[in-house]
């Protein structure tokens, strides 16, 4: 096995086209980690972020973008037990996922579904994750409970609602009209446009409201809730709300930060095995397109989610 890989690495920080396919030392891992063979990437908005220096996550170039990841596992270090080479896994790391070959935290990191390819599972952890922490872990969403999700269509949010929908909630979605049929089948109970309604002057009584947009898309979803609700941010910056603010109106607010959990994922899988989230590729681009991937997701117009093929499986 070649002791290189083929990395998307950036010299400098700017726009898609600072993109480019590099050689990088193929990593080794340690106790507690697992080297993964990655067949397929995620694009997430946090990786235009980062490549730009918005948010200057990694600090200065080079670094190499990529928080979602599926592929087989190629080694093992010391002292785990739970996976072997030849597994199918799938996992959120923190940067490096646009690699042929990524080091996991085994707490990290779960089994594939063996319903879902590896494009489909690499289209999953980031969104699932903030999905289930927001939803579930923060707000404790349970049947009956209304649900607005902000951008449902998109990456995070096409998976938030099926997460909602598994949890009984009922689910409000905002999103351009010609999405609707598509939020429908995933079972959004009331769509709607916000390019032609102001949602909120038209929604009401919502249990937890889940901004995936920003700006003031926040103090907007503050009219919607019913007292003692809760609007929960997963926007990285420009929250638009305080909790001090959200307090005087008689409802609450909370940030959420994203984080791996290889446990989490795992009860993900069991609904994605299920049926009951089905993540949706809008576009599968081979690595070296990634400068086009970036592109497309920058449109904020798309579908589900962008992926990267990286190594044939």
């Known amino acids: 096995m070649s002791a290189t890989m083929r990395v998307i690495s950036q010299r400098r920080l700017g726009g898609p086209e600072v993109l480019e396919v590099a050689e990088a030392e193929r990593p080794e891992p340690r106790g507690g980690e697992v080297l993964v063979r990655v067949h397929a990437a995620g694009v997430n908005p ?10 200057p996550i990694f600090g200065d170039p080079p670094f190499t973008l990529g928080w979602d990841v599926s592929g087989v596992v190629e080694e093992a270090g010391q002292d785990v037990d739970e996976f072997r080479p030849g597994d199918e896994v799938f996992a959120m790391i923190r940067g490096g996922g646009y690699a042929e070959y990524v080091i996991v935290r085994v707490e990290h ?27 579930v872990d923060l707000a404790q969403v349970g049947p009956g409970r209304r649900v607005l999700v902000h ?20 689910v409000i979605g905002t999103a351009r009209a010609d999405h609707h049929d598509f939020l429908r089948g995933l079972g959004v109970d009331e ?13 009401r009584d919502v249990d937890v409201a889940l901004d995936l947009v920003g700006g003031d898309y926040g103090p907007r979803s503050l009219a919607t809730l019913r007292p003692g609700g809760l609007l929960v941010s997963a926007i990285l910056a420009d929250l638009g709300v305080t909790p001090e603010e959200a307090e005087t109106r008689g409802v609450r607010f909370a940030p959420v930060a994203v984080q791996p959990s290889g446990a989490t994922l795992r009860k993900v899988a069991s609904l ?13 681009l081979p690595m070296e397109e990634v ?14 989610r962008i992926v990267l093929t990286v190594t044939d499986g």
């Open 191 to 203: 769509p709607v446009d916000y390019t032609t309604t102001d949602f909120a002057r038209t929604v």
């Open 46 to 55: 946090v990786d235009l972020l980062a490549r730009s220096g918005a948010a």
């Open 109 to 135: 990191l779960a089994p594939k579904p063996s319903t879902v390819d590896h494009a489909h599972a690499a289209a999953t952890p980031a969104a699932a994750l903030t999905s289930w922490q927001a939803l």
């Open 272 to 284: 994605m095995a299920a049926g009951r989230v089905r993540p949706y590729v809008a576009a599968l």
């Open 291 to 304: 400068g086009k991937a970036h592109e497309m997701a920058a449109t904020h117009r798309t579908q589900g």
């Open 151 to 170: 951008a449902a269509a998109g990456g995070v949010g096409h998976i938030a609602v099926q997460i909602a929908k598994a949890e009984g909630a009922h």
